[in-house]
C-alpha cells in the first residue's frame, strides 16, 4: 500500500526565501511527526500533531518555521526567512494511533540553502 | 526519554549473523525498546520493538537482557540490503506526560555489509 509522500524531494532556496514542505501520511494515521536531520546526525524531533490539534511544537528551533495540518490528513512545514543553517533533510511520519504504534517515514525532503 | 548507548560502527559478512548491541542501564520499568534503521538517502524504518520477553518478526529477532540494561538485535542472516544505521530508541508510553508520542533518536550504529 502507499506509504507517507513527502514533496518536493529536493528543494534549492536562497537565503531568505520562503519554502513549504508537504506532507501526504497514510489514510487514516492519527499522529503525525515532523522531524529534521543535519549530515551525519540522527533525526530530531520539529513538532507533533494528534489530528489536526498540534499538540508538541516544542522541537521548532525558531519563529520561522511553521507546521500546520488543517484537515487531520496532509501536513505543511513551512519555514519563513531561510537561513543556511536551516540547510538539511525534513522527514515526516504518521502512525495509526498514539502510544506504541511504529512509525512510518517518508524519504524526506533535502532542504538546501544558498 | 532514558538515554542508550550504541557503537558507533560495526562490519559484518554477507549471510553471517549480526548481533547489534544496546545499553540502557538507566530504563525504566515502562520503557519499551525500539529499534529502527535508516537505509541510505531514506527515512527511518522500523524494525521490532519489545518489553521484556525477546521478540522475533520477519525482520530481526531482539533480545533483551533479564535486567532489562541491554538488548540485542539481532539480524540473523546480514545482507548487502541490510547496510543502514540502526537505532536504539526507549520509548515510555505510559509516563511521559502526554509526550509518550515521539522518538528520540540518538547516532546510531553504522552496520557496514561485506560481500
Known amino acids: 500500500g502507499a506509504g507517507v509522500s513527502q514533496s518536493p524531494r529536493y528543494k534549492v532556496a536562497k537565503r531568505g526565501q520562503d519554502v513549504a514542505l508537504r506532507c501526504d501520511p497514510i489514510?487514516?494515521?492519527?499522529?503525525l511527526f515532523w522531524y529534521q536531520q543535519a549530515l551525519g546526525q540522527g533525526p530530531e524531533f520539529l513538532t507533533y500533531?494528534?489530528?489536526?490539534?498540534?499538540?508538541?511544537k516544542s522541537g521548532l528551533p525558531s519563529d520561522r518555521f511553521f507546521a500546520e495540518r488543517p484537515e487531520g490528513s496532509v501536513s505543511t512545514l513551512k519555514i519563513q526567512r531561510t537561513q543556511q543553517e536551516d540547510s538539511a533533510v525534513y522527514l515526516c511520519?504518521?502512525?495509526?494511533?498514539?502510544?506504541?504504534?511504529?512509525?512510518?517515514f517518508g524519504n524526506g525532503t533535502r532542504l538546501t540553502v544558498t | 526519554d532514558a538515554k542508550t548507548t550504541q557503537p558507533n560502527s560495526m562490519e559484518s559478512n554477507e549471510e553471517e549473523p549480526v548481533h547489534l548491541p544496546c545499553n540502557h542501564s538507566?530504563?525504566?520499568?515502562?520503557?519499551?525498546i525500539h529499534w529502527y534503521r535508516q537505509l541510505p538517502s531514506q527515512g527511518p524504518e522500523y524494525v521490532i520493538h519489545g518489553l521484556t520477553s525477546n521478540v522475533n518478526n520477519r525482520m530481526a529477532s531482539l533480545a533483551i537482557a533479564e535486567d532489562r540494561k541491554s538488548s540485542t538485535l539481532i539480524l540473523h542472516r546480514a545482507t548487502l540490503r541490510d547496510a543502514a544505521v540502526y537505532y536504539c530508541?526507549?520509548?515510555?508510553?505510559?509516563?511521559?506526560?502526554?509526550?509518550?508520542?515521539?522518538?528520540?533518536f540518538g547516532k546510531g550504529t553504522l552496520l557496514t555489509v561485506n560481500p
Open positions: 500533531f494528534q489530528n489536526e490539534a498540534q499538540l508538541d
Open positions: 489514510s487514516g494515521h492519527v499522529s
Open positions: 538507566t530504563i525504566s520499568g515502562t520503557d519499551y
Open positions: 511520519a504518521s502512525s495509526l494511533e498514539v502510544g506504541n504504534s511504529p512509525l512510518h
Open positions: 530508541i526507549l520509548r515510555d508510553v505510559v509516563n511521559s506526560g502526554g509526550s509518550n508520542y515521539k522518538l528520540t
